[in-house]
């Protein structure tokens, strides 16, 4: 057989099976789906995974948030997102956006490129980490419950500008249980649903606006030798 191939995922198919994991652990707990998102008890007691906060080797560069190693199952967190709930758990999110999305075909080419890693430039995202960002929103941010949260939120107006939009999101995760999401992630949520028109421009936290957001994705660079994803 011919070795698997990451083939690129519409933000549907991300969008579904972000939905479909949230089903299945609250199917297995027989908990009602609730905010927030439990990512932890997603990432370690349905998934198996550990996670590591580390400042060590690659991680002292506090730009490199986060990585996966898929064979021992740990996800690694730089410790200078510890204390940063959003970053953290999107950051955890994403990791286990590849967990879902890309274990397979990574683990069936992993004899041929044993040695190799996925790396990413922050001008330059490749597809699986774009598509990684996408499943962690829509994990953390499941769309039923934020265009109910929407609804609910009677100051909500026709947003036009990016304080507009920063300020629906805030309210969004103050009064409505988006507590462990940023409010970057949030305004990029809601101008993927729609919600907030797509010409303001994704966020990423530091600029105003962004064609891509990074969010808390992971940052690989340099990564030989370290872990394989």
């Known amino acids: 057989m011919g070795k698997s191939r990451f083939l690129a995922l519409t933000p549907t198919e991300v969008e ?5 994991l949230n089903r299945d ?8 789906l609730t905010l927030p998102i439990p990512i932890e008890a997603i990432a ?5 995974y550990a996670i590591e906060f580390t400042d060590r080797g690659i991680f002292e560069d506090p730009r490199l948030l986060g990585g996966i190693d898929l064979n021992s199952k740990i996800i690694f967190v730089n410790a200078s997102v510890e204390d940063h709930d959003g970053r953290y758990s999107f950051t955890v999110a994403h990791e286990v956006g590849h967990h879902v999305l890309h274990r397979e075909a990574h683990l069936d080419n992993e004899s041929e490129n044993r040695k190799s890693i996925l790396c990413r430039e922050v001008a330059n995202k490749p597809q699986i980490e774009i598509e990684a960002d996408r499943f962690a929103a829509a994990l953390l941010m499941p769309s039923t ?3 109910a949260a929407v609804k609910r939120q009677r ?5 036009r500008s990016i304080g507009q939009a920063r300020g629906l999101a805030s309210a969004l995760i103050s009064r409505e249980g988006f507590e462990n999401v940023s409010n970057t992630a949030m305004v990029n949520r809601l101008i993927d649903l729609g919600i907030v028109p797509s010409s303001l421009g994704y966020q990423d936290g530091v600029t105003k606006a962004r064609r891509r957001y990074r969010s808390a994705s992971i940052r690989f660079s340099k990564l030989r030798s370290v872990f394989r994803i």
């Open 16 to 20: 579904e099976a972000a939905n479909g």
């Open 25 to 32: 652990y609250h199917s297995a707990t027989a908990e009602p």
């Open 44 to 48: 370690e007691q349905y998934l198996g």
């Open 145 to 147: 419950l934020v265009l």
């Open 155 to 159: 100051t909500y107006r026709r947003i």
